[in-house]
């Protein structure tokens, strides 16, 4: 498979064996840091991506995976949890080539991939039915749960193969077979993943994964008669596309979505300590994040003091080659992506909003002039601007001043996203009225970390719907099936006949 020490091609995983597209046609994978190619990937055509759903929905159908005991559906997922730690360093290095990301956060992401396989290691053997209580004593009635089919997974190149386990980890844990398409500009650590599936034992055609075209393929994947299920992550507008597809054929959908969440100073917070949340809020994964805490809010009693000390603080921010530990903030993943930055940052500038940090794309001496760079980046606006409303998905934050708690909450709601919240105060009783009234699927007190496995992640509005992360997250890849069992000594006879 390696053409040259450095430039992989890749190939498909249907049905347990690695194969090129029918077609033989592959693309170019880049290093966003350096614009240099570092994989020919397998492009699946519409004849690969079906052969990979019919090798899903035989596995599915044989039960060699959702009949096999969960506690060994169990082990098989612990040695991949294993296995991807032993192969960490290999695994953070090719993710950090493919997506640009810098070192120290790919570390962090792999630690929290491994803690993903074991927690739904774990629940694969929790996934409980219950006992119900129906009005005739001599009927019995419970509840099972049963795998909810052949699941297409589709994921986005933010965090590739952190975002790819949130989705491989529960539905496999729930008995279901997969067919995994990663976002075409970051599908190695992904391959990888299937290698190690495959070493850890699981069955052939559990899971499959093809490569290629985004759009191509993840439409085809959305309308496939073979897929029962779609577990999307991705932005609003494609989300939308997915949801309005599979509504045709009534497949389950879960959708992961855009944000464009607040943090919320209030003046009784440790400011020194909302301050380094709220950078690390913003810059971490250079702002290519779902949750990215984009728009601070901020007390007026406060603001002037929060917002000199952020600007002073951010600049030690280092903006850099994403292979040196010391860097916070590697490349921008995508050219389109740099680009919307670079317009979001001046349509700030022409709507009449004031730059106060960076706003400008970056140069890294010693790092090919092809990588996207961008300056972590602040800026005074408000709901009038387009940047303190839409999603930019860059190092880019926006500050607004509020008065009292119910112009900070009406702020924060003004929002269609509602994926995650940051509240600061040390006054209990605030903290819980605000937590309460911000529509979003997830807020922090006091805590730059808000995103853990066994804690349900999702959004509200139109940050999407269902849960990653959590026990209930068993339920979304899961079917109930009621079974009733008569139990009395004489036959029933309803209708008296
Ligand atoms: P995107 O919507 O462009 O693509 C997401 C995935 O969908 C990719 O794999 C892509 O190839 C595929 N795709 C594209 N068109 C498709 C179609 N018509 N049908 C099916 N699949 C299709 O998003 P992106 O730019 O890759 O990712 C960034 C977005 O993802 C941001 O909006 C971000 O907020 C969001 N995101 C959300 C979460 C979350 O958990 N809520 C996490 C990470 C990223």
Known sequence: MITSPDIATTQLLIGGAWRPASDGRTYSDENPATGEPIAHVAEASREDLDAAVRAARTAFDAGKWSGMAPSRRAKILFTMAQLIAKR???????????????????????????????????AATKNYGQTLAPPIPTLLASTYREPV??????????????????KIAP???????????????????????????????????????????????????????GVDKIAFTGSTATGRIVAATA????????????????????????????????????????GQACEARSRVLVHAPVYDRFVASFVERAKNVRVGDPMDPKTHVGAITLREQFEKIAMYCQSAVDEGATTLLGGQAAHIDGVNAAGMFWQPTAIEADARHRIAREEVFGPVVTFTRFDDEAQAIAFANESDYG?????????????????????????????????????????????GYGRELGMETMLQYSETKSVLTYIGEKPMNPFGV
């Open 247 to 286: 509504s045709q054929s009534l497949k389950r959908v879960t959708l992961e979505l855009g944000g464009k969440s607040p943090t919320l100073v209030f003046d009784d917070a440790d400011i020194d300590a909302a301050v380094a949340a709220a950078i690390y809020g913003i810059y971490y994964n250079a």
């Open 88 to 122: 960490s360093e290999e695994l953070i290095a090719i993710e950090v080539r493919d997506n640009g990301k810098a070192i120290s956060t790919a570390k962090g992401e792999l630690g929290a991939i491994v803690d993903c396989f074991e927690f739904y290691a774990g």
């Open 419 to 463: 994926l995650s919240a940051s509240v600061w105060s040390r006054d209990i009783g605030r903290a819980n009225r605000v937590m309460r009234a911000l529509r979003s699927g997830t807020v922090a007190l006091n805590s730059p970390y808000a995103v853990f496995p066994g804690v349900p992640f999702g959004g509200y509005k139109s940050s």
């Open 149 to 166: 089919g052949v699941v297409g997974a589709i994921v986005p190149w933010n965090f590739p193969l952190l975002l790819t386990s949130w």
């Open 171 to 225: 539905a496999l844990a729930a008995g279901c077979t997969v067919v995994l398409k990663p976002a075409p500009s970051t599908p190695l650590t992904a391959i990888e993943l299937g290698k190690i599936a495959l070493e850890a034992g699981l069955p052939e055609g559990v899971l499959n994964i093809v490569t290629g075209s985004g759009r191509e393929l993840g439409q085809w994947l959305v309308e496939h008669p």
